[in-house]
């Protein structure tokens, strides 16, 4: 019987701390702003905004939207991000990407002021995640696997630890994380020789490929740590992740579910991010 990482949990356990944050924020007249920048209307983005806006009130944190059309120039594009980007009202950014094909995403990473960005787009942060260095801001879905892990005590110190995905939005970075924190990272991706051979000798196992229940239970050691990062819609059209739950969560110690799981974390990580842009941005 395996222990549920229930993201709901983990969540509400930041959330008591963030609001103790926001509410001495406040006394001092600091209210922490975050804007989200959409272009167009994909579903995926409105869905992460509905949830990301309760999230923010949940906490006590305004979240402004700057909508903005499908069709904008990359020029008018820049001239609505500036604005943003130079209010002092606003202490965080999160720009959804994939922008419109038109548009550059380069010169817009560039731009963004390193410390108002909340889901490492500007090469500052990248870099800081890769040097080690935890004054930046980490990809929010990357930091969420971290949060999940500390709340259950799971301490990925000198653990075997197979990452599965090398993209810069949650596998790479996650794995800098975890070697931070002093695990043995195997990093995993399609080019990978012998999978099944490398995910069973994890003893925390990271799913983030994007692939519906790749993870099958002879993929898994017994007592192994299973978190599941994918978000996955099966040819049934239900939403599952990169792991076979129902025969994997037998082998393992602890095993998070999809949905309900990592995904559940995310947007307390980005409410975690504009508190601490406010609190730096105001002196603390
Ligand atoms: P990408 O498609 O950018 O990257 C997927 C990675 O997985 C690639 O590195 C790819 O390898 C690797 N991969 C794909 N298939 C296999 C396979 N069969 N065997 C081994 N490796 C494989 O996806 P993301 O990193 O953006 O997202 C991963 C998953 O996490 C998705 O399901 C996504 O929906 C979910 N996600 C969830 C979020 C949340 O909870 N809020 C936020 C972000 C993502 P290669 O590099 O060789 O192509």
């Known amino acids: 019987m395996s222990v549920l990482m229930k993201g709901a949990d983990v969540a509400n356990a930041m959330k008591e ?4 944050k926001v509410e001495a924020l406040k006394e001092e007249g600091t209210v922490p702003c975050l804007t989200i920048v959409r272009v167009g209307n ?3 983005d409105l869905a992460y905004e509905r949830g990301a806006k309760k999230r923010m009130e949940m906490t006590g944190i305004t979240c402004r939207v700057l ?8 020029s008018e594009f820049e001239e609505e991000f500036r604005k943003v980007n130079d209010d002092p009202a606003v202490h965080g950014i999160l720009l959804f990407r994939p922008l419109p094909k038109q548009l550059d995403e380069e010169p817009i990473k560039a731009m963004i002021h390193p410390e108002k960005d909340m889901d490492c787009m500007s090469p500052v942060n990248v870099a800081k995640v890769f040097a080690g260095d935890e004054t930046g801001y980490a990809p929010c879905t990357a930091e969420a696997v971290m949060e999940m892990l500390d709340y259950y005590d799971i301490d990925p ?3 075997n630890v197979t990452v599965v995905g090398r993209s ?3 596998g790479k970075p996650l794995s800098m994380m975890l070697l931070k924190r002093h695990a043995t990272i195997t990093v995993c991706h399609t080019r990978t020789v012998n999978l099944m051979e490398i995910c069973r000798g994890a003893e925390i196992l990271v799913a983030a490929a994007g692939k519906a229940r790749m993870i099958t ?4 050691g017994e007592g192994a740590v299973v978190a599941d990062v994918g978000i996955n819609v ?7 992740g990169d792991v076979d739950f129902d025969a994997v969560e037998p082998k393992a110690s602890y095993i998070s579910p999809v949905p309900r799981g990592v995904g559940s974390i995310t947007t307390s990580v980005l409410a975690k991010h504009v508190v601490r842009a406010a609190e730096r941005a105001s002196g603390k």
């Open 67 to 74: 909508e903005l059309p499908e069709k904008i120039t990359q």
């Open 234 to 240: 099966d040819e049934a059209g239900n939403l599952c």
């Open 157 to 159: 110190k000198g653990k």
């Open 17 to 20: 701390v963030l609001i103790n």
């Open 217 to 220: 239970a002879d993929m898994v």
């Open 168 to 170: 810069m939005v949650v």
């Open 42 to 44: 994909r579903p995926d």
